[in-house]
């Protein structure tokens, strides 16, 4: 998983699959979609006016993100 933030666009991606592969996005709200990759698997999610909805600083001082209880499967 990556999570990937333009501070100049205000977006930010949150990427669970990183590899390239065709998409079909659905638009949840104005700001935020999420892309849906072969068999309705979630690929990412993009967010934008990322510091409104994630309360983010656009300074370049971001939040710790700290990942609970998550295993990931080998590659």
């Known amino acids: 998983m ?3 933030y333009d501070a100049r666009g205000d977006a930010a991606y949150i990427m669970f699959n990183d590899a390239i592969e065709q998409v079909t996005t659905v638009r949840l709200t104005e700001d935020i979609a999420v892309d849906f990759g072969p068999g ?8 934008v006016s990322a510091s409104e909805h994630l309360g983010l600083l656009r300074d ?6 700290i990942p609970e209880n998550l295993k990931a ?3």
Request: hydrophobic fraction near 35%.
């Open 2 to 4: 990556k999570i990937r």
């Open 40 to 47: 309705e698997q979630i690929h990412g999610i993009e967010i």
């Open 60 to 65: 370049g001082d971001f939040p710790s993100v």
């Open 73 to 75: 499967k080998a590659s």
